[in-house]
């Protein structure tokens, strides 16, 4: 039977030109690296429900649905050659101010220039948001 692809959603909180990553620490995965707000689909969830849920879980915003728009999707295979599906939303504007709700998941959120992301950012969060600076709404990786 084919592997069915794994649904992410990313939250690109931006302002000034920066976005808002967040260190991951004692996750067993990346951690030390930086990444969005982001997270898996619940059942029944839709993805935009999904970000909504995951940007207050993390980080104690809350974004409206329609202050949400789809920057980018990407078909992506990480590196141990699971398929994904990376919805990648902007925030337009949202309630809050940004902090750490998830201490035991996350060292701490950051604010980096989002055109200069630093080297231990996730690649596939870099990747996605390289692409959302480009306006290029779809990309394939790792296939």
């Avoid at 692809?5 to 620490?25: F, H, K, S, Y």
């Avoid at 699971?82 to 750490?100: D, L, Q, T, Y």
Wanted: with cysteine; net charge negative.
């Amino acid at each position: 039977m084919p592997q069915q692809p794994v649904n992410d959603v990313m939250l690109i909180l931006e302002r000034n030109g920066t976005v808002c990553l967040a260190e991951r620490q004692g996750t067993g995965y990346a951690d030390g690296l930086l990444n969005l707000p982001s997270g898996k689909l619940d059942e029944g969830e839709d993805v935009f429900d999904a970000v909504i849920r995951e940007g207050l879980e993390e980080t104690g915003v809350i974004v409206e649905r329609d202050a949400l728009r789809i920057v980018h999707v990407m078909h992506f295979r990480n590196p141990q050659g699971e398929p994904r599906i990376g919805w990648f939303f902007a925030a337009r504007h949202w309630k809050g101010e940004p902090c750490n709700r998830e201490p035991h998941k996350c060292a701490g959120l950051s604010w980096h220039p989002s055109d200069h992301l630093p080297e231990n950012t996730v690649p596939y969060n870099a990747l996605g948001i390289a692409h959302y600076l480009k306006d290029e709404p779809f990309s394939v990786h790792g296939w």
